[in-house]
């Protein structure tokens, strides 16, 4: 036995539970049969099948599903010009069913890169706020942006990052617990905000009544509850 190619080839990326054909091309048309001799599961399981696969022309197939997401090696053998030669290769099973390409890379990168800007200048324009309705506009917006950076790296992990299923687990729920805490951490952020600003502002004026720094502070909190 040796071998058809020297490197390993990639016939494809599916979706897991959808059938589909495990394929490989007879470089001559005189191969009279091609056998899938077995599959290598990511988990490093190995079936050993010995079975021919279907032949259209050159071309030879053999209907496939799984639903275990990862790379998958399959082994098979075929006799062009009579001699008995084998080779391996593979395909890979992940949620998008197609794989991570440069221009989604390139996408995903500037989305980031735009997030991560707007971020920074809420974040600069929560230090540098005038007035308390600027200040919790600021805040909002920080928060919004801050979620849609976990929404977007959460679909990346999902997709393309399902070998550690840890962090797509922690980013769901932190994407989960924003998306529903969003309203109440309005409000209490509000809340809180204003009444620092009624507070401040009763105790500017204690202190254009002649009181001192302390006592005015003082008598803006009592007078506040």
């Given amino acids: ?130 007035s308390a309705e600027w200040l919790i506009g600021y805040i909002c917006l920080s928060y919004v942006v801050l979620y849609l950076v976990i929404s977007v790296i959460w679909i990346l992990s999902a997709n393309y990052l399902y070998t550690f299923p840890m962090l797509g687990n922690v980013l769901y729920v932190a994407w989960l617990v924003m998306a529903f805490g969003f309203l109440p951490f309005v409000i209490a952020v509000s809340l809180y905000i204003m009444g620092k600003a009624a507070e401040a502002t009763l105790e500017q004026d204690y202190l254009k009544q002649g009181y001192s720094k302390e006592d005015a502070r003082e008598l803006s909190r009592k007078k506040k509850r």
Avoid: H
């Fill in 1 to 130: 036995m040796i071998s058809l190619a020297s490197a390993e080839d990639n016939i494809g990326s599916f979706k897991p539970d959808n059938e589909f054909n495990i394929t490989n091309y007879c470089s001559t048309a005189d191969c009279t049969y091609m056998n899938l001799e077995s599959i290598t599961y990511p988990d490093g399981t190995v079936i050993f099948l010995g079975t021919s696969m279907d032949q259209i022309g050159q071309e030879f197939t053999y209907n496939f599903s799984s639903e275990e997401l990862g790379k998958y090696y399959f082994r098979t053998c075929a006799d062009p010009r009579g001699n008995e030669m084998c080779e391996r290769d593979y395909f890979i099973i992940n949620p998008t069913g197609s794989e991570f390409t440069i221009a989604q890379g390139i996408l995903y990168g500037f989305l980031l890169i735009l997030l991560g800007v707007f971020l920074y200048f809420s974040i600069y324009g929560v230090k540098n706020a005038d």
